[in-house]
């Protein structure tokens, strides 16, 4: 009976899909200036989306953390913008990158 109950429970285990991990990058501003918008989209889309800090800001010495559902996709283009006007745009992967600062 147990040999039965332990065949019962590995293919009830294999039956049963991977949960998909979420991933989440850490943005550090080191910058002296404040990013007012922060946009992540991945390589290759056509726009930018929307704006991931829905309207709030990431001061100088300040960060936020960008979650990212799993898509399959590892690499995302990151686009910074602060209130000086400037932008930093630059590739990331979020598969194996947990912190991107801003200097």
């Given amino acids: 009976m147990r040999n039965i109950l332990a065949l019962a429970a590995l293919?009830?285990?294999l039956a049963v899909p991977a949960v998909a991990q979420e991933k989440s990058v850490q943005i550090g501003n080191q910058s002296g200036f404040t990013i007012v918008n922060f946009f992540a989209s991945t390589l290759g889309a056509a726009d930018w989306q929307e704006d991931v800090l829905g309207?709030?800001?990431v001061g100088s010495g300040q960060a936020a953390?960008?979650?990212?559902?799993?898509t399959g996709e590892c690499t995302y283009s990151f686009r910074a913008v602060f209130d000086d006007g400037d932008e930093?745009?630059?590739d990331v992967d979020v598969c194996s990158v947990t912190t991107v600062t801003y200097n």
């Fill in 65 to 70: 953390t960008v979650t990212f559902a799993d």
């Fill in 88 to 90: 930093a745009i630059q």
């Fill in 11 to 13: 293919s009830l285990s």
């Fill in 55 to 57: 309207g709030q800001s």
